[in-house]
């Protein structure tokens, strides 16, 4: 059989190193040390490349991924303060809205409460149950609530997240205060499911729990 001819049995196939960047070959048997890939040789199961030597046109493609790499790697971090500043935004949007509910909370104002409360409202309470009635709610606001006791939101406790395609979540500590009183009678957690609708924003889903005295733990 002429040298450099594989014999039949053998099987050919792609170095593992093999790119277009180097034209998508090897070398043949003996030699090509003079083209543009290393030398290759045959071996059982495949055509095999032996220590790959840098050209310029494989190093100038290897140059250039690195650059595209930077690039992207920078462009991502760059989206970052944009994210953290979007957070941020939501942040105060919320908070915007969590002081006109319970300024109308707070001042008997159940129409203003209503205004900001969706139609199809669920109120999880740990001690009342689940409560679905809008109107009595507002109810409410405007006879059980209105001169009894106020709320006051621990601000440093909120946390916001984004829910994509529908609002965001708001989750935090808040008091309770009778009217008259020097300090607040009570505590609990909320979590708050806010819907952002082509009129504004509505509370959705409510989740009041862990009521308890001011100095529980």
Known sequence: MPEGVPHPSYRQVAPPWRSSACG???????????GRC?????????????HPVPNLECSMSVRLAL??????????LA?????????RDLHAEIMEQDAALFGAFNSC????????????????????????DKA???E??????????????????VEVWPVPGH??????????????????????????IWQETPTGWQLRRVVSYDHGPIDAD
Do not use: K, M
């Open 109 to 132: 104002d159940g129409e203003g409460f209503g205004a900001l409360v969706a139609e199809d409202i669920e109120f999880y309470h740990d001690l009342d149950g689940l409560g679905t």
């Open 79 to 87: 989206l970052i303060p944009a994210a953290q500043a979007q957070e």
């Open 24 to 34: 998508g070959r090897c070398g043949p048997v003996r030699g090509d040390r003079g």
């Open 136 to 138: 009595g709610l507002i």
């Open 67 to 76: 650059a595209a790499l930077a690039s992207t790697s920078l462009a991502s």
């Open 38 to 50: 290393p030398a290759a040789r045959w071996r059982p199961g495949g055509l095999a490349c032996r």
């Open 140 to 157: 409410a606001v405007n006879t059980s609530i209105c001169g009894n006791f106020r709320r006051i939101l621990d601000a440093d406790s």
């Open 167 to 192: 609002g965001a979540i708001q989750s935090g500590v808040h008091y309770f205060i009778n009217y008259g009183a020097d300090a607040p009678h009570g505590r609990g957690r909320f979590l708050h």
